[in-house]
């Protein structure tokens, strides 16, 4: 258990639908990350958060949007879904940014019909 | 911008046998390197890392060294069992930077035949 947690584990929604995916970090950690996770795309990095601000940006669509909240838990919103957005997406944690481990959470697995 | 580049899957191999997985990088800077397991139905976990040249990252019988004249961090252990079976993937972070993230290489699946 790697002291990351996300909900839901599973989500299947349909084509034009939003969702919000939630992620909690390992307690004391600052920074947030986001990964989508599939099979021909393979994992791409999405954003980090640290402390509350915008970090870093990936691979992430105009569609999709995150924060991170005071509480430093991380909401990752993905609007007018497509039937490609089906994947596994991972939150991640570290103490702070850089050369820091990041500790995974275990999923939300998003499936668009 | 920088790349992590590793042996495509999937790879068998028998009880025992001896195992490597190939890991290139490409980094403008001075990158720390990760290897990453992910088990079925799992997220990832951190297996090992090494954050300068010619530093050796080992955990659980792998091992990795940081290899900056050949850009590489290859994954390597002596006798594999079937309980090793999983995605592994490269990856590298630029601490350098305010704006790090973690680039990943596309995982190589390893299965350990009995």
């Known amino acids: 258990d790697s002291g990351v947690t996300q909900t839901p584990k599973h989500l299947i929604t349909a084509t034009g639908q939003r969702v919000t995916l939630r992620c909690s970090p390992r307690s004391g950690d600052l920074s947030v990350y986001w990964y989508q996770q599939s099979l021909d795309q393979g994992l791409q990095f999405l954003i980090q958060?640290?402390?509350?601000?915008?970090?870093a940006k990936g691979n992430i669509l105009e569609r999709f949007s995150a924060q991170q909240f005071p509480d430093l838990h991380s909401e990752l919103n993905l609007s007018s879904l497509e039937l490609g957005d089906s994947a596994l997406y991972f939150c991640?944690?570290?103490?702070?940014?850089?050369?820091?481990?990041?500790?995974f959470g275990p999923g939300t697995r998003l499936t668009v019909l | 911008g920088d790349s992590v580049t590793q042996m495509e899957g999937p790879v068998t191999l028998s009880e025992e046998a001896f195992l490597t997985i190939n890991c290139t990088y490409t980094?403008?800077?001075?990158?720390?390197l990760f290897w990453y397991v992910q088990y079925p139905g799992e997220g990832l976990q951190l297996l090992l890392k090494a954050t300068k040249a010619d530093d050796k990252g080992s955990n659980k019988g792998f091992e990795a060294t940081y290899r900056k004249e050949t850009t590489s961090f290859h994954l390597e252990k002596g006798s594999v069992q079937v309980s090793d079976s999983a995605v592994y993937f490269c990856a590298l972070s630029d601490g350098g930077s305010s704006a790090s993230k973690i680039i990943f290489g596309s995982g190589t699946r390893l299965s350990i035949r009995p």
């Open positions: 980094a403008t800077g001075y990158p720390s």
């Open positions: 991640a944690s570290s103490v702070a940014w850089g050369a820091h481990e990041q500790f």
């Open positions: 958060y640290y402390n509350g601000e915008e970090r």
